[in-house]
């Protein structure tokens, strides 16, 4: 078997390490695949027959991929992007600029992404899914189709047939469009740099050994780290090779990990955008009315709090990840609705366990990392399986010199039933990664017909108070391509951070294309943005609903002439 039918694989697991730390392990074993995804991680593929059963305390809960889901399920007046077009000299229409895309792929014979002469605007589609030889260069799995290939579908009678990519759930086909679709009068549609070529990758599903170790249903759209991680370096390479720069567009998200800039796939979003000429925008989320964050502090004398979390019935499963600032140690016990009790399982190095209820056919595994490897903060991670309908309790323990304060998050809301939550929930601290990176443009929502946040829409800052979201655009209603070449309209934070990377992909033609500011990033587009944002005289920014305002890439340019 070899490392593309490993990558596949069952009977394989995905390992995310630091890879220097174990690069002497790696090359001994000839037997071993793995595949270098930056300077700093690789991804292992390990058979599942030879994995210890701790190992999770050997390699820390950083080697574990995150699973990550999709965010969602007249924009163009209201950020400006008119007003700018309707100056001569700021006329950006994305030419020169590509549009990076890792979701669910692209519909690529829809009319928003076919030029006026037949071929297509796509340079290329790396499908993760598609099982072949003709991996993208320095790969080992999936196709990549260029446009060549693209052209000669589009000219067939039946272009499936010699480009078999499809984007069965429509998500990539939509933000694709939103970005750079071509202008479509009679639907009154418009993507926000309709002369930007595209690059597109489509994630494969998670594997279902890591679904279920996180005790995710089956059933669920959940895509893994690893692959996302190994979608940037391809976006990254291919502007290399290109020498363009290049928008990327994230809109998935995950409730796992600290929340924080600190973990694999934040460092590595963060790595590219601090390249000049790329900028990367990631949607914020959707959990912010889902109550599933929980946010615990002990006042006065008390040495625990009690956190109660309700689940509903038939849920299938799910994790829940407590998290502690250091110096201070945390620990827990249980009572099951059954009235069963766990003593509380001290905070100790290596500590795991799976328990077992008499009364219920609950099984919960439990392990705690004292100083968890990508933050050094403590983490207590709980996986259940089959939990118990009812009211669970948890008496959380602190002990340390300083202010007793904890998170627990559950997993994405599209991961569980609507009937388990936290009674007592937080709608802060709500951002999904990697939407708590620092370089990012990180984006929330709103409405533009009545000016209102998007209700659903998760809330900053990060864990570490990094002030994020850093500003809201349009996410409402938006019209974008869908299936059957027509057009529907979606709503959410990966909508809005489609519309933000196309207004990027404006600022990177007038600053690199055009030469006004060649060394352009993510941080500057960034900042020129925040400088831009429409701001409520009646509200205090920044905010952790708003960020620094709403975009307007128009009063950027303004702000840039220095008019204000």
């Known amino acids: ?58 390699y820390g809960y950083g080697s574990i991929p995150s699973c990550f889901g999709l965010l969602d399920l007249p924009s163009l007046e209201a950020s400006g992007v008119r007003r700018a077009r309707n100056i001569p000299a700021l006329d950006l229409r994305g030419n020169g600029v590509l549009i990076g895309i890792i979701d669910t792929g692209i519909d690529y014979t829809h009319k928003a992404f076919i030029k006026a002469d037949g071929t297509s605007k796509i340079l290329s589609i790396w499908d993760q899914t598609i099982i072949s030889d003709n991996h993208p260069e320095g790969f080992f799995y999936g196709t990549e189709y260029t446009r060549e290939q693209i052209n000669t579908a589009l000219a067939s009678e039946n272009p499936l047939s010699v480009v078999p990519s499809v984007d069965e759930i429509g998500h990539g086909t939509f933000l694709a469009g939103i970005a750079a679709g071509n202008l479509d009068e009679a639907n009154n549609f418009s993507g926000v740099v309709p002369d930007s070529e595209l690059v597109v990758v489509k994630l494969k599903p998670a594997k279902k ?9 089956p059933d669920v759209q959940c895509y893994q780290e690893t692959d996302i991680m190994l979608a940037m370096k391809y976006l990254n390479n291919t502007a290399t090779r290109l020498n363009k720069p290049m ?128 933050t050094g903060d403590e983490l207590i991670l709980l996986r259940f399986k089959s939990p118990a309908e009812g009211i669970w309790k948890f008496r959380v323990y602190g002990s340390g010199p300083l202010e007793k304060k904890f998170h627990i998050w559950m997993p994405l809301h599209l991961f569980v039933t609507s009937e388990t939550y936290f009674p007592q929930s937080n709608p802060e601290y709500t951002l999904t990664s990697p939407g708590n990176s620092v370089i990012p443009i990180v984006v929330t929502a709103y409405n533009v017909t009545n000016q209102s946040l998007y209700l659903p829409a998760s809330r900053g800052y990060t864990r570490s108070d990094v002030i994020n979201p850093n500003f809201a655009a349009p996410g409402v209603n938006l019209v974008g391509p869908g299936k059957n070449n027509s057009y529907t309209t979606m709503s959410g934070t990966s909508v809005a951070a489609a519309h933000t990377a196309g207004i990027a992909a404006m600022l990177l033609e007038w600053g690199v294309v055009r030469k006004n500011h060649p060394l352009m990033d993510s941080v500057d587009i960034k900042n020129l943005l925040i400088r831009g944002a429409k701001r409520d005289p009646n509200i205090t920014y920044p905010n952790k609903e708003w960020g620094y305002g709403i975009l307007d890439i128009y009063n950027t340019f303004i702000n840039l002439r220095g008019d204000t």
Not at 209 to 217: A, Q, V
Not at 294 to 321: A, H, I, K, Q
Not at 323 to 339: F, K, Q, R, V
């Open 209 to 217: 050994n890591l679904m279920k170790f996180f005790s995710i249903p």
């Open 247 to 374: 928008s990327i567009i994230i809109g998935l998200g995950t409730t796992s990990g600290g929340h924080d800039e600190r973990g694999a796939l934040s460092t590595s979003v963060s790595r590219v955008g601090d390249n000049g000429g790329m900028a990367v925008t990631i949607a914020g989320g959707n959990e912010g009315t889902s109550r599933l964050h929980y946010l615990g502090t002990f006042t006065g004398n008390d040495n625990y709090d009690t956190v109660e979390l309700r689940v509903g019935p038939n849920e299938y499963g799910f994790s829940m990840e407590l998290w502690g600032n250091a110096p201070n140690t945390y620990s827990l016990d249980i009572l099951s609705p059954s009235g069963e009790y766990i003593p509380r399982i001290p905070a100790r190095f290596g500590e795991t366990r799976e328990i077992r209820f008499i009364f219920e056919s609950t099984v919960i595994n439990i392990d705690y990392q004292l100083v968890e490897a990508q």
């Open 1 to 58: 078997m070899d490392c593309g039918d490993k990558i596949y694989s069952e009977d394989y697991f995905d390992l995310l390490i630091e890879y220097g730390r174990y690069l002497s392990q790696l090359e001994a074993d000839p037997n071993l695949c793995y595949d270098i995804i930056n300077i700093t991680h690789a991804v292992v593929y390990y058979p599942i027959r030879n994995l210890p059963s701790n190992f999770l305390q050997i």
